[in-house]
């Protein structure tokens, strides 16, 4: 089998894996940010919108390792704006090779913000004003996601660890995107491999799915 053979073997297994598990549909938009030839690749939406790369340059991408911000002013914008995903039916994931950067985020104020943080623990905020502490490490290298489907409280995933965190749904009037690597204001350093954006699902799953892409495409490329 080629490289590229085995490359395609492990998206399409990734597609028909959550399409199984039934949460295909409940992903909106979603990059695999490793694997391809460039940075040009990374940044072809796996589906969804195509996000744009703020001030990145051709050394910030590693087929294995993936796409890196070293801070300001590198950040992924996703194009997908915060009203394009129910207030009660969202979800937020990465999975981060490196660093300790902020995920998933709308570049206003904090208020009614999503702010993933990897850290130990699990910590941050999806769509909520307070910030909330979850369990399980979500120190790099790992994936980490928030998802929520009622008011009052939102999962957390980090790694194979669930938790429950407290945090009441605000819905404010903003115009903002979904970033990678920005919140507000601030700009996070790490490297990111995936993130996806949309409707509610089980993060459980999903964690399964992408451990097992990001594994494929690793053992693809010599």
């Known amino acids: ?26 992903i909106t938009s979603s990059c695999v940010l490793m694997g391809w030839s460039n940075i040009s690749g990374c940044l072809t939406p796996f589906k969804g ?17 993936g796409l890196t911000s070293t801070g300001s002013p590198k950040f992924i ?15 937020v994931s990465t999975y981060l090779s490196s660093g300790i950067g902020g995920v998933g985020s709308i570049p206003t104020t904090s208020t009614g ?3 993933l943080v990897f850290s130990d623990p699990l910590a941050g905020r999806l769509r909520n004003t307070n910030y909330a502490v979850g369990s399980g490490s979500a120190l790099a290298p790992s994936f980490a996601g928030f998802a929520r489907s009622n008011n009052l409280l939102f999962s957390g995933q980090a790694n194979n660890i669930s938790s429950v965190l407290s945090g009441t749904a605000v819905n404010i009037a903003v115009n903002g995107n979904y970033s990678v690597f920005r919140q507000s204001t601030n700009i996070y350093a790490g490297t990111a491999l995936f993130y996806s954006v949309g409707e509610y699902l089980d993060l459980s799953l999903l964690r399964t799915r992408v451990d097992t892409l990001i594994s494929g495409i690793q053992n693809a490329i010599p």
């Open 77 to 91: 914008d996703t194009n997908v704006n915060i009203s394009d995903v129910p207030l009660l039916d969202c979800h």
């Open 1 to 26: 089998m080629t490289q590229i053979q085995s490359l395609v073997e492990a998206f399409d297994a990734f597609i028909v894996g959550c399409e199984n598990d039934g949460i295909w549909d409940n």
């Open 49 to 65: 919108v195509r996000p744009s790369g703020i001030s990145f340059v051709s050394g910030d991408y590693n087929r294995e390792l």
């Open 113 to 115: 913000a999503t702010l």
